[in-house]
């Protein structure tokens, strides 16, 4: 396995409609971006942490943290804007020459200890263009999603026989805790595939239930909340 040059980028707008403010909303004692940004720094093959945002507080929490802030353009920072191009101006910006490039989301204060690192190590060991983290859907199982019509009729969205959980077939969801990318395919841009970024190689590394936590809205935060406050206490026993 060569050991390459690894940098991280948090990203983390703004303007969120879902939670206002929430990358600085404090988490378990700190600003949720916080977090993150000390994953990425306790990381042990990530050389280089960046934060890319568009907001002054946002700044300040992850400069605080240990991340060096890249501020976006405008045309970065609204809600079109894509997560790679975000990443894209940050590394060139910093003028980084990193050839592995670890995408982290703000909003996401929980994920294992290890979690980047087995990112970079799996994408290390088989030569992917990608690698991601995902969790499984567990009893939301596209085997089960439906349809409701104008007059509340209900349709498969996908018709199966499978009426028992331990029958479904396994599938799995990006949960949002890392993704591990290399350069070149990180600067592959086709506007017809908005993830041309993650290459044609593309693996993924699985999470256990609870171990990942992206924070969209109010129930997100507290259940980030608990499961930190939780760790900080087992910590402070031991």
Request: net charge negative; with cysteine; charged share 25%.
């Amino acid at each position: 396995m060569t050991v390459s040059s690894v940098a991280a980028v948090v990203i983390g707008r703004a303007d969120s409609r879902g939670l206002p403010g929430k990358n600085t909303i404090f988490v378990a004692g700190r600003p949720m971006i916080a977090h993150t940004v000390e994953d990425a720094c306790r990381a042990t093959m990530v050389q280089r942490v960046y934060c890319s945002t568009d907001g002054e507080a946002i700044a300040d929490a992850a400069q605080a943290a240990g991340a060096t802030v890249v501020l976006r353009p405008r045309e970065l920072s609204g809600g079109d804007a894509t997560v790679d191009s975000a990443v894209r101006h940050a590394i060139e910006e910093s003028s980084d020459p990193a050839d592995i490039v670890v995408v982290l989301y703000a909003n996401v204060p929980v994920r294992p200890a290890d979690l980047i690192d087995r990112a970079v190590t799996t994408l290390l060991e088989t030569g992917a263009d990608s690698v991601q983290s995902y969790a499984s859907v567990g009893k939301f199982h596209p085997y089960w999603t439906v349809r409701l019509g104008d007059q509340a009729e209900v349709s498969a969205w996908q018709p199966n026989t499978v009426y028992r959980r331990q029958d479904l077939p396994e599938a799995f969801i990006p949960d949002g805790g890392v993704i591990a990318v290399r350069r070149e395919s990180l600067f592959c841009i086709d506007p017809s595939q908005p993830h041309a970024f993650l290459g044609t190689d593309r693996r993924g590394i699985h999470t256990k239930r609870g171990e990942v936590v992206d924070v969209d809205d109010e129930i997100d935060c507290r259940v980030a909340a608990a499961i930190l406050e939780t760790r900080l206490a087992v910590e402070a026993s031991s």
